[in-house]
């Protein structure tokens, strides 16, 4: 469902590109007073830069309203584990784990920045964070169902970022 409205997203601005470059295209042959032309290209830069502004804010705050996953929290029984990105995969030091069991992932990186997030059987994100070097971001999840679950990089970091994957297993 994300995915698609990304991509509907993406056809609706590259067609306003478009739009845009064929309305340049057609009145590219008017001629017009260089004074004239740019008092008026001043007004309709604010204009939309104005619209811009406030397009956007509203489509931020709807957007980041609702999250496709958990916020979770650090719960004292958790279990700790070291989660290392690097090109390109990940290392982590247990991934293995029971339904309900609170766990920690410290995410980190030894080179560049990537992503780490946590995927069901359905490919439905359970969890994310940056992976990042000399940095730690801690990354709360309690897995509610049991299954195999994927780690995936959410950061473009180099040619075999596409490769870069982890399996956990979460039994009942
Ligand atoms: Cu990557």
């Known amino acids: 469902m994300y995915q698609q409205a990304a991509w509907f997203t993406t056809i609706i601005f590259i067609a306003g590109i478009i739009g845009v470059f064929v309305y340049v295209l057609i009145n590219s042959s008017q001629k017009e007073e260089y004074a004239s032309v740019k008092h008026k290209g001043h007004t309709v830069q ?17 957007t980041l309203q609702d999250l496709p996953f958990d916020r ?32 920690v992932f410290n995410v980190t990186s030894k080179d560049v920045n990537h992503g780490f997030g946590i995927y069901d059987d359905n490919m439905q994100i359970v969890a994310q ?13 309690t897995f509610k169902k049991p299954g195999t679950y994927k780690v995936l990089c959410l950061e473009y970091c180099g040619i075999a970022h596409h490769v870069m994957q982890a399996t956990i297993t979460v039994t009942e």
């Not at 604010?46 to 709807?62: E, H, Q, R, S």
């Not at 958790?78 to 309900?100: P, R, Y």
């Open 46 to 62: 604010k204009f939309y830069f104005l619209g811009l502004i406030v397009v956007l804010g509203i489509a931020t705050t709807i």
């Open 72 to 103: 979770a929290k650090a719960q004292e029984n958790q279990i700790e584990v070291d989660a290392t990105a690097m090109q390109f995969a990940f290392e982590l030091s247990q991934n293995e784990f029971k339904v309900g069991q609170p766990i």
């Open 129 to 141: 964070t940056q992976a990042m070097p000399e940095y730690t971001n801690p990354v709360y999840v």
